[in-house]
């Protein structure tokens, strides 16, 4: 097949959070099952920086800018990239969404719709490229007009859009649909409107051939109202259309065999020698060295979904145990100001690093003991999935894809040897406090934790099932069009 990936980051040229993984890890799996995947992403500053190799293929125009088609590889793969190159909005300091002091760009309406456009171009061959898409696979809100502007087409490519996380709708005013010249007719209720705004991730919602989200949890869960940001009963109507596939991730970049970023690599045989990942890292940011004390950390972005009230609250409880903290993140300036406030009161048992490190992320998933993710809500999360694959035990809430990966310890399942983490009773304080606390107790029985571990390493979330899962979404969106 045919199939054109439209998304706003990819790993490693431009990345803010999992979807940059996934839009990387996705393709290259479809590829190697010789499916021919095509990625079309802006070409931002930074990402052009990281490039040599680039060629013009085509030229296009919207909104009165020329754009060029730039096609590239993704480092270190065989998996083709076309780059949207329209200077006037992309080729800016700071990351795909936000301005270097952390606002929104103001015009992200125009630039993330002239992505849309192009990417139409493209699935309609207008651009003599000599490929015909079968189909356009687009992700989150971003790429979510696609569905919307070929579904006026009666030749048109199959559409699948994928929501990796619903909190983020790309609503603009009504005013915003009239400036961008988009077709009268999307603006109902059925189409793109939502109470009287412009909703881009309407548009992916109501007019893909099919839907689908990053875990089977999740796609039950958005369908109610706690979950569903006022889009349930949509997602509800199109119950039979949508689906849950866990994300996969890349074996090969989150391998603690043969991750370079770390100071001692380590598998399943060789596990001992993890601990001389926390002796480092404790070196590193001046923690108390001690091979014994528990570690434990959090690798995020800094914002309500993540949990960080729960993990605020609970730090006054947390602090009276036996172990440390690190945390790697950048977001919400309160969120910032509240570790680093932690750090400097507690130096020799709690790191804070604020900021984005690709590197120091590798090498707390080997260094710590234990992964704290305790998500409000979490489409998929794939930092629990890398915890699992480097022996560090994840401290999960029972939501949405973590639901899915971790199988909470509990005696049965710890005799059973299927225990991969602890999963919290409820998203509070309390349970987190809890949850912490029984994870230290078995913490300190050496043969019990050894064999978590080794449970946990021993999980397979490589794209090879979800990769095949796609593939059968796609053949079904494709029948659906015929
Ligand atoms: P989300 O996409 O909601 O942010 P995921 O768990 O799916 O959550 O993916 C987050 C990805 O971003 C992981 O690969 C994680 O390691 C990475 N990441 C998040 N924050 C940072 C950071 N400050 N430095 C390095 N990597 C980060
Ligand atoms: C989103 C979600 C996260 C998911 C990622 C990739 O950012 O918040 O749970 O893992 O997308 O699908």
């Known amino acids: 097949m045919n199939v054109l990936f439209v998304t706003s980051e990819v790993y490693p040229l431009i990345k803010t959070g999992g979807l940059a993984d996934v839009s990387a890890s996705l393709p290259r799996a479809l590829l190697q099952q010789n499916q021919d995947v095509r990625i079309l992403v802006p070409a931002y500053q930074s990402l052009l920086a990281k490039l040599d190799k680039v060629r013009e293929i085509a030229q296009t125009q919207h909104y009165g800018y020329t754009v060029r088609i730039l096609q590239t590889t993704l480092p270190s793969t065989r998996v083709k990239v076309l780059l949207v190159d329209c200077p006037a909005l992309f080729d800016r300091p700071g990351n795909p969404y936000l301005d270097s002091t952390g606002v929104e760009w103001h015009d992200n309406a125009l630039r993330f719709a002239l992505l849309c456009q ?15 898409v079968d189909v356009v696979h687009c992700n989150d ?11 006026r087409f009666e030749q048109r490519p199959a559409t699948v859009f994928t929501i990796h996380n619903l909190a983020y709708q790309g609503l603009y005013p009504k005013q915003t649909f009239i400036n961008l010249g988009l077709p009268a007719e999307l603006w109902t209720m ?3 409107e939502y109470h009287d705004y412009f909703s881009f991730i309407k548009g992916g919602l109501n007019y893909a051939d099919r839907l689908n989200t990053v875990s089977p949890q999740y796609a039950a869960e958005i369908q109610t109202e706690q979950f569903g940001f006022g889009l349930q009963d949509l997602l509800l109507h199109r119950s039979s259309e949508l689906s849950g596939i866990l994300n996969g991730i890349d074996t090969e970049v989150w391998n603690p065999g043969r991750d370079t970023y ?6 399943t045989r060789s596990l001992d020698k993890k601990v001389l990942n926390k002796l480092a890292l404790q070196k590193q940011f ?17 914002v309500e979904q993540k949990g960080l009230d729960l993990i605020l609250d609970s730090m006054p409880e947390l602090l009276k145990m036996p172990l440390q903290l690190i945390f790697l993140g950048s977001g919400e300036a309160l969120y910032q100001a509240e570790l680093k406030k932690l750090a400097l009161a507690h130096p020799d048992s709690v790191a804070v690093h604020i900021g984005y490190d690709e590197a120091l992320s590798h090498q707390m998933e080997a260094a710590c003991d234990l992964y704290l993710m ?19 035990i994840p401290l999960v809430t029972a939501v949405g894809g973590l639901a899915d990966s971790v199988v909470s310890y509990t005696d049965e399942s710890r005799a059973n040897h299927t225990a991969t983490g602890f999963v919290l009773n409820s998203a509070s304080a309390a349970s987190l406090v809890e949850a912490v606390a029984l994870a230290l107790e078995v913490y300190a029985q050496k043969e019990t934790w050894r064999q978590l571990q080794l449970n946990a390493m021993q999980q ?3 794209w090879q099932a979800s990769s095949q899962e796609y593939l059968r979404l796609y053949q079904q969106a494709v029948l659906d069009t015929e």
Do not use: M
């Open 118 to 132: 192009v990417a139409v171009d493209v699935a309609l061959n207008r651009l003599a490229f000599d490929w015909a």
């Open 141 to 151: 809100w971003q790429s979510a007009l696609v569905p919307a502007l070929l579904s």
């Open 190 to 192: 059925h189409g793109v």
């Open 262 to 267: 770390l100071h001692q690599k380590y598998n």
């Open 286 to 302: 001046a923690l108390t060295e001690d091979s014994e004390v528990p570690l434990i950390g959090l690798i995020s972005r800094l």
């Open 374 to 392: 305790p998500s409000l809500f979490e489409p998929c999360g794939l930092n629990q999935l890398y915890s699992l694959r480097y022996g560090t």
């Open 460 to 462: 397979d979330f490589s």
